[in-house]
């Protein structure tokens, strides 16, 4: 599976932006997807994971009620839409395939990386 991820991008707190990754070289709808993200200096953090259908949905506790992680599998593309967004959401993003079709929080549990997208939030 291939990744690209797009839609990062300079902003000012309280703004929004929306992120895409197209997934390419399998099946996209058999895949648990993720995003997570990773600061200068930090850990990787998870941000948010889809279930193959787009039933399940899971959040970090940083995010949860500001962003909204949605896929379309005819487009083989996950999205991260992001609102309120703060200085602190200042990270490279990160999209993630999972052989398996379940929604993970642990980037452990993926197979796949894109090479990522950088969102700036100024204060």
């Known amino acids: 599976v291939q990744l690209q991820a797009s839609g990062g991008g300079l902003v000012q707190a309280g703004g929004s932006l929306r992120l895409s990754c197209k997934a390419s070289?399998?099946?996209?709808?058999?895949?648990?997807m993720g995003w997570f993200r990773q600061a200068p200096g930090k850990e990787r953090e998870f941000v948010a994971a889809?279930?193959?259908?787009?039933?399940?949905?899971y959040y970090g506790d940083s995010v949860k009620g500001r962003f909204t992680i949605s896929r379309d599998n005819a487009k083989n593309t996950v999205y991260l839409q992001m609102n309120s967004l703060k200085p602190e959401d200042t990270a490279v993003y990160y999209c993630?395939?999972?052989?398996?079709?379940?929604?993970?929080?642990?980037?452990?549990?993926?197979?796949?990386w894109g090479q990522g997208t950088l969102v700036t939030v100024s204060s």
């Open positions: 889809i279930s193959r259908s787009g039933v399940i949905t």
């Open positions: 993630a395939a999972r052989i398996r079709y379940s929604a993970r929080y642990d980037p452990g549990d993926y197979d796949y």
């Open positions: 070289g399998r099946t996209f709808s058999n895949n648990g």
